[in-house]
């Protein structure tokens, strides 16, 4: 089994930056990989960036990238979201994912964390 738990949303202004966090543990591979989605209220779940742990080769969807950068600390095993120049249509409940390897379907995904929401005011 593997957990997964987010932290660093809350409410920012247009133009600010936040950083979320995704702590993992459990049954954790080198060769896995790491997904931030998010979901918007009437909207699908949407892939937004992804890392694979072994060599931290990095994805990301092309409405954040720019301005989002994932990363990761194997150590820690967290991975990291740093979200700046944040504008109203980013607010979305943010879930980070585990997967096996690279997809930007949700549906790839296996394990999921309990979602942390980020609200971005005008």
């Known amino acids: 089994q593997v957990q997964l738990v987010e932290s660093g949303g809350g409410l920012v202004q247009a133009g600010g930056s936040l950083r979320l966090s995704c702590a993992a543990s459990g049954r954790t591979f080198s060769w896995y990989v790491m997904g931030w989605f998010r979901q918007a209220p009437g909207k699908e779940r949407e892939f937004v960036a992804a890392?694979?742990?072994?060599?931290?080769?990095?994805y990301y969807a092309d409405s954040v990238k720019g301005r989002f950068t994932i990363s990761r600390d194997n150590a820690k095993l967290t991975v990291y979201l740093q979200m700046n120049s944040l504008k109203p249509e980013d607010t979305a409940v943010y879930y980070c994912?585990?997967?096996?390897?690279?997809?930007?379907?949700?549906?790839?995904?296996?394990?999921w964390g309990q979602g942390t929401q980020v609200t971005v005011s005008s």
């Open positions: 890392i694979r742990w072994s060599d931290s080769t990095t």
């Open positions: 994912a585990q997967g096996t390897s690279y997809s930007g379907s949700p549906k790839e995904y296996d394990y």
